[in-house]
């Protein structure tokens, strides 16, 4: 799934379930997003540093070799940050040290449960690229019949639904939205 949409599922989701709480739902969003950053600052590392010399074609080819997950420097953090243990561990180290009397409005528990969201989120829609969602615990990986973004398995439809999604929730936002100004009115 694409890393906004990790983010805009993770933010509706929280917001719906905490409506009080409008940050927890932005931290939410922002924990989402945090297994990707490796694979985004390689990204802009190369076009920063390859800027105005590279073509389009030399560029999908090296940044598809930059998503090669397990080289360094990065292929160990992006692979410990799309693995269920470390956030799993934080999450209980949350609950066993009572962090919630810390933790009032619920925003570190909420970039946790957006953290950990994104990685179960990842299961269904990575093919050939899945990582191991055990890590290190357990080298398996799940490989999904369809992939978010290789059209070998059906990357095409999920693009639909995924941002088809985004779309109802959108709207579902904006009419809500609408109704809270009415009946304000």
Do not use: C
Request: aromatic share 14%; glycine share 6%.
């Amino acid at each position: 799934m694409h890393t906004y949409s990790h983010a805009v599922f993770t933010w509706a989701v929280i917001r719906y379930l905490k409506r009080e709480e409008s940050n927890a739902a932005l931290w939410g969003a922002v924990g989402s997003t945090v297994p990707d950053v490796p694979t985004l600052v390689k990204a802009a590392r190369l076009l920063w540093y390859r800027r105005g010399e590279i073509s389009k074609e030399e560029f999908k080819e090296e940044w598809l070799d930059a998503l090669e997950y397990y080289k360094e420097p990065s292929g160990k953090v992006d692979l410990a940050l799309h693995s269920l243990v470390p956030v799993g561990t934080l999450i209980a180290l949350y609950k066993v040290l009572g962090l919630e009397d810390k933790d009032p409005h619920g925003a570190l528990l909420s970039f946790l449960q957006g953290w950990a969201g994104h990685n179960f989120l990842d299961l269904p829609t990575h093919a050939d690229d899945a990582r191991p969602p055990l890590w290190p615990i357990v080298r398996w990986r799940f490989k999904s019949p369809v992939s978010y973004w290789d059209r070998k398995f059906y990357a095409l439809p999920i693009l639909f639904v995924e941002h088809g999604a985004i779309l109802v929730l959108f709207l579902a936002f904006l009419y809500e939205t609408y109704q809270d100004t009415t009946t304000q009115s």
